[in-house]
């Protein structure tokens, strides 16, 4: 197992190395001696640090950006499909085959297709591996990885003591069965539903752990990224659309309620099918809102440094990145924290929907 | 505020490849891992449940061998006891035997010495008997030549020799 694990490092630093990484010298770059940029804007930082972009960055030394390309995908209705790797950009600052990354106006930081003239001509279809995607990508490897290889001994030690990985996720597994399906689905319902909260269960879990460690592969804002939580709460809506029985749809269009909350106003109706809506929905931000706070309030504590220091000089940066990593390390501590909290509270969310979805009759 | 709206790029990425994540572990992780969990679960508890039965039976076995213990106890003292009845029986009988046949010898001793009293009683009689005709004939022949006086001193002589 340690050899896959080495493997697999060789090969990321390989990527990172031999194709990847790109320097850029940039003339216009505003760098000061001491490194820190004299215009350090903070909220510039922050926002950059949560938010989706078209390579991973890694570092910047100076006058160097340190990144990994992404591939980009594009398909516009004049040159068709288009796809090249990010470092074509030149960290944004370059136009590549008439294809742009948008600096300022409402498509900012979106890729704009120009005309030959330079003109904006339209906003091609995105299907880009972003830096997201590519979390996403890591984290699934993980996903996978330890969970096949459960599967394997588990398929191999059959009725014995699990051991190692598998002793670590089993206690999950059976806490996730046995505390959170069991209950909220029933004990006659709950198989069906085990596989897809086991995966969201783990993704979440592991997305939101990977996100927290800060140093490429990992690190990506997957589950603080609003489109991620959005599939994760459409996956739910749609298993407990699926799985549900007349009771349910009764209770939806016509609700055990006095007459004239129904007619002649289907006052209930819209407030049940309001809520069939607002159940993902409520997912979808919790989610999202979690992780992407915790990622936030860490690149400010740590941001704090760099504003300090510009306002009152290095030592005062010095003086308060005692008080930032201190911080920055308990809202981590916290976030792990958060990271187990949130991946339950989906699933177990989800489960009571699936629980809801087909009552017993009563 | 770019980041609160959804990219429809991580859409459909997202969509892609969580539904193969969701096919691949459902079908090669979960599925392999919720059954050997049922699986241990179910031969924990089979296992447990025939540990429990042992047990019960090792009590019955128990119970079982307590009876034919108290049983064979029983049957000892039964027989501890016949034996001694039969030993009491014999002996006793043994004693009767004796003492009947003690009493026979006794009997018959007292019998033989009946008998030969009266047989020695006949003897002395008898030689009695000759002793008078001795004695008799004796003073006779002196008294046929002496005096009546004589006579009748044999006379008393024999009266005193009377048996009792």
């Given at each position: 197992m340690t050899r896959i694990i080495q493997s697999f490092l060789v090969i990321l630093f390989a990527v990172l190395f031999c194709t990847g990484v790109s320097r850029a010298n940039e003339a216009d770059s505003t760098a000061t001696e001491g490194g820190i940029s004299e215009n350090f804007n903070a909220g510039k930082f922050v926002i950059e640090h949560v938010s989706d972009s078209y390579e991973w960055h890694i570092a910047t030394f100076g006058e160097t950006e340190i990144s990994v390309p992404l591939p980009i995908i594009l398909y516009s209705s004049t040159k068709g499909w288009n796809v090249f790797m990010s470092s074509q950009f030149h960290h944004g600052h370059e136009t590549y085959n008439n294809f742009r990354i948008e600096?300022?106006?409402?498509?900012?930081?979106k890729i704009v297709e120009l005309n030959d003239q330079g003109e904006v001509l339209s906003l091609p279809v995105d299907l880009s591996i972003s830096k997201t995607v590519a979390g996403i990508f890591v984290s699934v490897i993980v996903l996978l990885f330890i969970f096949l290889s459960i599967a394997k001994s588990a398929k191999q030690r059959v009725n014995q003591a699990p051991t190692g990985m598998q002793n670590l996720f089993e206690p999950i597994i059976l806490f996730v069965r046995d505390d959170v399906a069991k209950p909220a689905i029933g004990e006659k319902r709950y198989e069906r539903f085990m596989p897809f909260l086991l995966t969201v269960f783990f993704f979440i879990l592991i997305n939101n752990l990977l996100g927290l460690i800060p140093v490429f592969p990992f690190g990506a804002n997957v589950t603080g990224n609003i489109g991620v939580t959005m599939v994760l709460a459409l996956f739910t809506f749609f298993v407990t659309t699926f799985n549900t029985n007349k009771h349910y749809w009764k209770e939806i269009y016509n609700p055990e309620v006095p007459w004239w909350l129904k007619y002649p106003i289907p006052l209930m109706p819209i407030v049940e099918l309001t809520g069939v809506i607002t159940k993902p929905f409520v997912l979808m931000v919790r989610l999202f809102a979690n992780i992407l706070a915790g990622h936030l309030i860490v690149t400010v504590f740590v941001s704090l440094i760099f504003i300090f220091a510009q306002l009152m000089g290095i030592e005062a940066g010095l003086g308060v990145s005692v008080i930032s990593v201190a911080f920055s390390v308990f809202m981590l501590l916290l976030d792990v924290l958060v990271s187990f909290i949130q991946a339950y509270v989906f699933t177990l969310l989800s489960a009571l929907y699936f629980g809801m979805a087909s009552p017993e009759h009563h | 505020m770019g980041f609160v709206t959804p990219d429809y790029g991580t859409i459909f990425w997202m969509l892609i490849i969580f539904g193969i994540v969701l096919f691949i572990l459902k079908k090669f992780a979960w599925a392999p891992i919720l059954k050997a969990l049922k699986d241990r679960e179910q031969s924990i508890s089979d296992a447990l449940n025939s540990a429990e039965k042992a047990r019960k039976d090792v009590a019955g076995l128990k119970a079982a061998n307590d009876q034919i213990i108290a049983e064979a106890r029983k049957e000892k003292d039964l027989i501890l006891k016949e034996a001694r009845d039969i030993k009491d029986k014999i002996v006793a009988e043994a004693k009767n035997q004796a003492n009947a046949e003690a009493q026979k010898s006794i009997e018959f001793a007292r019998q033989q010495i009946a008998a030969e009293k009266t047989a020695a009683i006949n003897d002395i009689k008898k030689q009695v008997a000759e002793l008078s005709v001795l004695i008799a004939e004796k003073v006779i022949k002196k008294e046929l030549e002496k005096s009546k006086d004589q006579e009748v001193l044999v006379e008393s002589l024999l009266k005193d020799l009377k048996l009792k």
């Open positions: 600096a300022e106006g409402k498509d900012e930081g | -």
